[in-house]
C-alpha cells in the first residue's frame, strides 16, 4: 500500500527557515517524480515545486531562491527546505508522487490529479509576521 507522509511543519516567524519532509512506503521512490503543493484558507491549491528522480528540481517563481527540494532515495524520503519565510507562505503543505515526464512544475501544475498517483495529507505552516 503506498503512503506519503509528510511531517516538519510548525509556526514560525517571518524570515524563518522549516524543513518539511515527506516519507513514502510502498513504492520506491527514486523511480517517482516527487511534488510540493500548498493551499492556504480560501484559496486554490497552489504547486510550489517538483524534483525528479535525477535530483533536478523546479520550483515555481515566488519561491525561488527561498526552497530547496531534495530527496534521499536510501530513506525514501524527499525534504523541502524553506528559507526567509513570508506570511504568504503559509499553508498546508502537501506531497505527492507520479510517474510524469517531465517532472517540471509547470508541466505538473496543469492536470496535478490526472499525472499525480499519490498523495500525503499534509502538514500545516503558520508564518507569524
Known amino acids: 500500500q503506498v503512503q506519503l507522509v509528510e511531517s516538519g511543519g510548525g509556526s514560525v516567524q517571518a524570515g524563518g527557515s522549516l524543513r518539511l519532509s515527506c516519507s513514502a512506503s510502498?513504492?520506491?521512490?527514486?523511480?517517482?517524480?516527487m511534488a510540493w503543493f500548498r493551499q492556504a484558507p480560501g484559496q486554490a491549491r497552489e504547486e510550489v515545486a517538483t524534483?525528479?528522480?535525477?535530483?533536478?528540481?523546479t520550483y515555481i517563481e515566488s519561491v525561488k531562491g527561498r526552497f530547496t527540494a531534495s530527496r534521499d532515495n536510501a530513506k525514501n524520503t524527499v525534504y523541502l527546505e524553506m528559507n526567509s519565510l513570508k506570511p504568504e507562505d503559509a499553508a498546508m503543505y502537501y506531497c505527492?508522487?507520479?510517474?510524469?515526464?517531465?517532472?517540471?512544475?509547470?508541466?505538473?501544475?496543469?492536470?496535478?490529479?490526472?499525472?499525480?498517483?499519490?498523495w500525503g495529507k499534509g502538514t500545516q505552516v503558520t508564518i507569524s509576521s
Open positions: 505527492a508522487s507520479g510517474s510524469v515526464s517531465p517532472c517540471d512544475v509547470l508541466v505538473v501544475a496543469a492536470h496535478p490529479d490526472q499525472v499525480l498517483e499519490d
Open positions: 510502498g513504492f520506491p521512490l527514486i523511480r517517482s517524480c
Open positions: 524534483i525528479d528522480s535525477d535530483d533536478v528540481a
